[in-house]
């Protein structure tokens, strides 16, 4: 699947991804290493459970059922919208638990980047995209498109539409993923000048179909130690 931020051609798509990622892998190849940043670590509950407190979205799309956070739409969705975290984060560790219930387009957790209203929604986003289940990869929304992560490793232990614990490492300039205890990702951002303090999102993504998205388990560290800490050994 693609991440695509407006509606276009699957071939434009296509194509856009495929350049957007060769050009990704030829930069990575040659991305500085930038250390983990320093400040207070603490832990975070960053979904109660309950209700949506801490977070900012379309009221219609994003609700709390069964003790989850779930992302639905019965119309069709123009540009990718998110839920956002009123506050914004840096260097992390992010646990969370997630759900492909409806449809095979991808959703995916954004970071490092910001609210981008002017690209057509109030509560969309521009910026690194771990995506999931369907099109396991690294996207740079309204940027560089696809990063050249293989997604093949995901693949191989995802479950496309069953509950999927993922752990997300972001610190300095690299992103670790860990999905269901097993380590699929390790990229540095050669162009470390794009990583900014920003809030994290949900994503519902385009689509003309209908969706259902859930999310829980949501438990964010800051400043985090240097580890990855759900890996089964």
């Given at each position: ?49 309950n209700n949506l407190e801490g977070w900012h979205g379309h009221q219609d799309k994003w609700s709390v059922q069964d003790g989850a956070i779930v992302a639905k739409n019965n119309e069709p969705v123009k540009v990718s919208t998110y839920l956002l975290t009123d506050r914004n984060f840096s260097d ?142």
């Amino acid at each position: 699947m693609l991440c695509n931020d407006r509606t276009k051609s699957p071939r434009v798509l296509l194509l856009a991804l495929m350049l957007g990622s060769l050009t990704a892998v030829a930069r990575a190849a040659d991305a500085p290493v930038v250390p983990p940043k320093k400040g207070t670590s603490e832990t975070i509950k960053l979904f109660n459970g309950n209700n949506l407190e801490g977070w900012h979205g379309h009221q219609d799309k994003w609700s709390v059922q069964d003790g989850a956070i779930v992302a639905k739409n019965n119309e069709p969705v123009k540009v990718s919208t998110y839920l956002l975290t009123d506050r914004n984060f840096s260097d992390f560790r992010l646990l969370a638990t997630v759900k492909l219930a409806k449809s095979e387009m991808h959703s995916g957790i954004a970071f490092w980047g910001r609210n981008a209203p002017d690209h057509g929604d109030p509560y969309t986003y521009a910026g690194h995209l771990v995506m999931f289940p369907s099109g396991w990869g690294l996207y740079d929304l309204f940027g560089r498109n696809g990063l050249g992560v293989d997604g093949e490793p995901a693949k191989k232990v995802g479950k496309q539409h069953d509950w999927n614990d993922l752990e997300i490492l972001a610190q300095g300039n690299r992103i670790r993923l860990v999905a269901n205890g097993v380590q699929v990702m390790d990229w540095r951002d050669p162009e470390p000048d794009r990583i900014k303090e920003a809030p994290i999102g949900l994503q519902l993504h385009s689509n003309n179909e209908s969706q259902e998205i859930q999310f829980k388990n949501l438990v964010l560290t800051t400043f985090p130690e240097d580890k990855l800490i759900t890996l089964k050994q």
